[in-house]
């Protein structure tokens, strides 16, 4: 069996306590494991686990990237798997994700849930997560993300690390760099954690879809051909005149499928909201060419 590390980017997360009680179970069920925790502020964390690495970061490495790519450095696993320290996996989590790769899968990457409570985060996170919900196909898609993932050490030595500094859309590239070099990314709706973010006000949510918008703008644009990028997105005009369009066909899209248009119907109002946010960002912060891979 292969070797695994769990590799989780923490920054004061209050979930924290939480998701090591969840994996700490699992990783001990199955040998060959370490879970390596890279950030800061570990209060009242006191766990005498020979398996259990808290790794502090200094401030110059504050990004959600640049702690991934340290615990990957650190990490001893033959697989690397990551979550976001905001996310909680289920009891069954790392044996899945272990199992699809005994299978010959290289990357894997797992489905969401998340909390109806808050009407807000909830339209947030349907946003966010709508193609990697638990009741989407099973097979191989354009991109995937670190809040569930897992990637052998093989595929990182051949694409590299994730780009620096960066704590937005790191993910999206990345993961679209595996296929640019020949990689499939499998994703399987049967491995699921469940993402609780703390964005339940109006002003959280424009503050996430704002400073999204540029970040995969750029890699969108960087990668049109795999990511099947419109050639009109090239032009920063119409993320202004035209950006009500293209709200509401990004919304649409969001609710292709059948169940989620059923579950979420209620939600579209703020779904669309967060698409003419991102409309504007991306007029408003249009990536520079030099940055871009044209």
């Not at 790519?69 to 909680?88: E, H, P, Q, S, W």
């Not at 990457?109 to 985060?121: E, P």
């Not at 947030?124 to 991109?143: C, E, I, K, M």
């Amino acid at each position: 069996m292969k070797t695994y590390s769990i590799i989780l980017p923490n920054t004061n997360s209050p979930k924290l306590e939480e998701i090591i009680e969840t994996l700490l179970p699992q990783v001990n069920k199955i040998p060959g494991g370490e879970i390596l925790i890279i950030g800061s502020h570990y209060k009242n964390l006191s766990y005498q686990q020979s398996n259990l690495f808290l790794i502090p970061t200094s401030p110059q490495k504050n990004y959600a990237s640049d702690k991934r790519n340290l615990g990957m450095k650190r990490a001893k696993g033959d697989i690397y798997l990551f979550l976001d320290d905001d996310c909680i996996p289920k009891s069954n989590w790392l044996s899945l994700h272990i199992e699809a790769h005994e299978k010959g899968q290289k990357i894997v990457g797992g489905a969401v849930t998340f909390s109806i409570k808050n009407y807000l985060q909830l339209a947030d996170n349907v946003s966010a997560f709508h193609d990697l919900l638990p009741f989407t196909p099973r097979g191989y898609r354009q991109y995937l993300s670190t809040s569930n993932l897992s990637v052998e050490k093989s595929v990182v030595e051949k694409a590299g690390f994730m780009e620096c500094n960066k704590n937005r859309a790191e993910d999206l590239e990345w993961t679209v760099r595996f296929r640019s070099v020949g990689y499939k990314l499998f994703f399987d709706p049967d491995i699921v954690v469940h993402h609780d973010p703390e964005r339940n006000s109006f002003s959280a949510l424009w503050h996430h879809w704002s400073i999204d918008a540029p970040h995969t703008l750029r890699i969108r644009l960087s990668y049109k051909d795999l990511l099947k990028t419109p050639s009109v997105a090239k032009f920063r005009p119409i993320y202004f005149w035209g950006s009500p369009i293209i709200a509401l066909w990004a919304a649409a899209r969001t609710f292709n499928n059948p169940k989620s248009l059923v579950l979420y119907w209620h939600t579209i109002p703020i779904v669309f909201l967060t698409k003419l946010v991102w409309c504007w960002s991306a007029y408003n912060n249009f990536p520079k060419e030099e940055l871009i891979k044209l």
